[in-house]
């Protein structure tokens, strides 16, 4: 059995857009108190933001957060963040029956995004409030001056707005956890209301609508479609939200998950062009694919049973396996597969809440096995993406049916004239590939790096043994007239680079 690729620029999807190398801090469990915010933490700055953290952040070329929920922001008043801190009052946090002190606000998240390097993403709560304070938010946080809010921003200390420009309206209120949720009908009237009224204060700033928390929701593209036909015209992305829960042990199908969310994104594709043209729209609307990971789901309701309320508990520290890495390098690749329809990703979450960073409060923090396809696919892929039809063999799931044992995206870089192949092998054999650069016949490989997970799948990075899970250099294969073979371990994410 081996697979055939070939590759040529002449079939451009689009560019590889920065924003799909999203991550995501919300106020739940370790990730802001202990991840990245800890006073008094060896490494923290006079600020609380802890460098170890920051330092990872930027090593895994992340673009984008979104803060602060998730189901978090649902029952949030963002003014409880801002301010001197010793003003700020304790509150319940509902969606994780956690105390939030509010040590860590909105000032602070934007100092740390700075540190970090990445955009900001903000949520407004669209849960238990609506329009005002939606509007408050943003004059607060983007309107220059002269306004009681402006002016207060300014004398907490930034004097410059913050120019905040993705906002989402609102999370997943689809779902009957979420604090306020509402029917498609009562989200899509006040998400187009919102819409309407941020976009009077800042016209330059994009909006997203929620759409399904998961595509297995009852009301799953029905709500896509009438969300849509409420706010189309007033916003710029749809959301989504995926996770894959390996929790039941079946290895063949979790590694099978990028196929669901290829699936996920053409029924989101399709509901939203339908919507366009029903309204006779020609702008096509793009996917926020903002929450995305492996998940081991089952975990959390041991979390929240067994205790009260209490502040920033351990909440699903999941430890990743090497094929959980493998699963999300093979996500990574359908994001940018899709490159013309999803603009912004975000894995989710950043530091400890099932998190590529894990960190010990007080302690040292490590990359967990994801961190690695993550940081390796941000940092290559660069440039456009191409359009390859992989011949593959196939191999039987329980959950999605005969699926292709390889998966692969393309990105060449005209300005650097680099390839980045990346490539799974989601079989438990070697799987031969042979690699037609029809197009690029003068790039020659430079490096064949796989993170492989047939050996030992079960293998976890720990604060004792923090790089036993990490990808390892193979043999650079040599070419012949723009083909060469490739031999992609067992259970493997890969990446090939040409030059
Ligand atoms: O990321 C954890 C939670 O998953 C988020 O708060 C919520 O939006 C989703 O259900």
Same mark, same amino acid.
């Given at each position: 059995?081996?697979?055939?690729?070939?590759?040529?620029?002449?079939?451009?999807?689009?560019?590889?857009?920065?924003?799909?190398?999203?991550?995501?801090?919300?106020?739940?469990?370790?990730?802001?108190?202990?991840?990245?915010?800890?006073?008094?933490?060896?490494?923290?700055?006079?600020?609380?933001?802890?460098?170890?953290?920051?330092?990872?952040?930027?090593?895994?070329?992340?673009?984008?957060?979104?803060?602060?929920?998730?189901?978090?922001?649902?029952?949030?008043?963002?003014?409880?963040?801002?301010?001197?801190?010793?003003?700020?009052?304790?509150?319940?946090?509902?969606?994780?029956?956690?105390?939030?002190?509010?040590?860590?606000?909105?000032?602070?998240?934007?100092?740390?995004?700075?540190?970090?390097?990445?955009?900001?993403?903000?949520?407004?709560?669209?849960?238990?409030?609506?329009?005002?304070?939606?509007?408050?938010?943003?004059?607060?946080?983007?309107?220059?001056?002269?306004?009681?809010?402006?002016?207060?921003?300014?004398?907490?200390?930034?004097?410059?707005?913050?120019?905040?420009?993705?906002?989402?309206?609102?999370?997943?209120?689809?779902?009957?956890?979420?604090?306020?949720?509402?029917?498609?009908?009562?989200?899509?009237?006040?998400?187009?209301?919102?819409?309407?009224?941020?976009?009077?204060?800042?016209?330059?700033?994009?909006?997203?609508?929620?759409?399904?928390?998961?595509?297995?929701?009852?009301?799953?593209?029905?709500?896509?479609?009438?969300?849509?036909?409420?706010?189309?015209?007033?916003?710029?992305?749809?959301?989504?939200?995926?996770?894959?829960?390996?929790?039941?042990?079946?290895?063949?199908?979790?590694?099978?998950?990028?196929?669901?969310?290829?699936?996920?994104?053409?029924?989101?594709?399709?509901?939203?062009?339908?919507?366009?043209?029903?309204?006779?729209?020609?702008?096509?609307?793009?996917?926020?694919?903002?929450?995305?990971?492996?998940?081991?789901?089952?975990?959390?309701?041991?979390?929240?049973?067994?205790?009260?309320?209490?502040? !920033?508990?351990?909440?699903? &520290?999941?430890?990743?396996? @090497? $094929?959980? /890495? %493998?699963?999300? =390098?093979?996500?990574?690749?359908? #994001?940018?597969?899709?490159?013309?329809?999803?603009?912004?990703?975000?894995?989710?979450?950043?530091?400890?809440?099932?998190?590529?960073?894990?960190?010990?409060?007080?302690?040292?923090?490590?990359?967990?096995?994801?961190?690695?396809?993550?940081?390796?696919?941000?940092?290559?892929?660069?440039?456009?993406?191409?359009?390859?039809?992989?011949?593959?063999?196939?191999?039987?799931?329980?959950?999605?049916?005969?699926?292709?044992?390889?998966?692969?995206? !393309?990105?060449?870089?005209? &300005?650097?004239?680099?390839? @980045? $192949?990346? /490539? %799974?092998?989601? =079989?438990?054999?070697?799987?031969? #590939?042979?690699?037609?650069?029809?197009?690029?016949?003068?790039?020659?490989?430079?490096?064949?790096?796989?993170?492989?997970?047939?050996?030992?799948?079960?293998?976890?990075?720990?604060?004792?043994?923090?790089?036993?899970?990490?990808?390892?250099?193979?043999?650079?294969?040599?070419?012949?007239?723009?083909?060469?073979?490739?031999?992609?371990?067992?259970?493997?994410?890969?990446?090939?680079?040409?030059?």
């Amino acid at each position: 059995r081996s697979a055939q690729l070939t590759i040529d620029p002449a079939f451009a999807i689009g560019p590889a857009d920065r924003r799909i190398f999203g991550s995501f801090v919300e106020h739940m469990g370790r990730c802001v108190y202990g991840g990245i915010y800890e006073p008094g933490h060896p490494t923290a700055d006079s600020r609380g933001l802890r460098r170890d953290v920051l330092d990872l952040t930027r090593e895994m070329g992340v673009s984008v957060v979104r803060y602060p929920g998730g189901n978090f922001v649902s029952s949030y008043r963002w003014e409880d963040g801002v301010g001197p801190v010793g003003d700020r009052p304790r509150r319940l946090d509902l969606a994780w029956k956690t105390i939030e002190t509010n040590a860590f606000g909105l000032d602070e998240f934007m100092t740390w995004a700075t540190e970090a390097g990445v955009e900001p993403m903000m949520a407004v709560n669209l849960g238990t409030r609506g329009v005002q304070e939606a509007c408050d938010l943003l004059e607060y946080a983007n309107h220059p001056g002269g306004t009681q809010l402006s002016d207060l921003r300014r004398k907490h200390g930034a004097e410059e707005p913050y120019g905040v420009r993705l906002w989402c309206l609102g999370n997943e209120l689809d779902g009957p956890w979420q604090v306020g949720h509402k029917t498609a009908d009562e989200y899509g009237r006040l998400a187009a209301e919102t819409a309407r009224a941020m976009k009077m204060i800042d016209p330059s700033i994009s909006l997203v609508a929620c759409g399904s928390s998961n595509r297995r929701m009852p009301t799953f593209a029905a709500w896509e479609a009438t969300v849509l036909e409420h706010t189309y015209e007033h916003v710029d992305y749809i959301s989504a939200h995926t996770y894959y829960d390996p929790s039941d042990g079946d290895r063949a199908s979790i590694l099978a998950s990028a196929v669901d969310m290829d699936n996920f994104i053409t029924d989101v594709v399709a509901t939203a062009d339908h919507v366009a043209a029903k309204q006779r729209h020609t702008r096509k609307l793009k996917i926020s694919f903002d929450e995305w990971n492996v998940w081991y789901e089952s975990r959390l309701k041991a979390d929240l049973d067994r205790r009260g309320w209490v502040e !920033a508990p351990a909440l699903i &520290e999941d430890d990743f396996t @090497a $094929v959980d /890495a %493998v699963v999300v =390098g093979d996500l990574l690749i359908t #994001l940018l597969r899709h490159a013309d329809r999803v603009g912004v990703a975000c894995q989710a979450q950043l530091a400890n809440v099932i998190a590529p960073i894990r960190t010990r409060t007080g302690g040292p923090a490590w990359r967990q096995s994801i961190f690695h396809p993550f940081a390796l696919t941000a940092r290559y892929a660069r440039g456009t993406v191409l359009r390859t039809e992989p011949v593959s063999p196939t191999y039987e799931t329980k959950r999605y049916g005969d699926v292709p044992v390889l998966d692969t995206v !393309a990105v060449h870089d005209e &300005e650097t004239g680099e390839l @980045a $192949v990346f /490539a %799974v092998n989601r =079989g438990s054999d070697d799987l031969p #590939l042979e690699l037609n650069l029809r197009g690029l016949p003068e790039l020659r490989p430079r490096e064949h790096l796989t993170l492989a997970a047939g050996a030992d799948p079960a293998a976890t990075n720990t604060e004792a043994e923090p790089e036993r899970v990490t990808p390892r250099q193979l043999t650079t294969p040599t070419t012949d007239g723009g083909r060469c073979t490739v031999r992609l371990p067992a259970c493997s994410w890969n990446l090939l680079r040409f030059a």
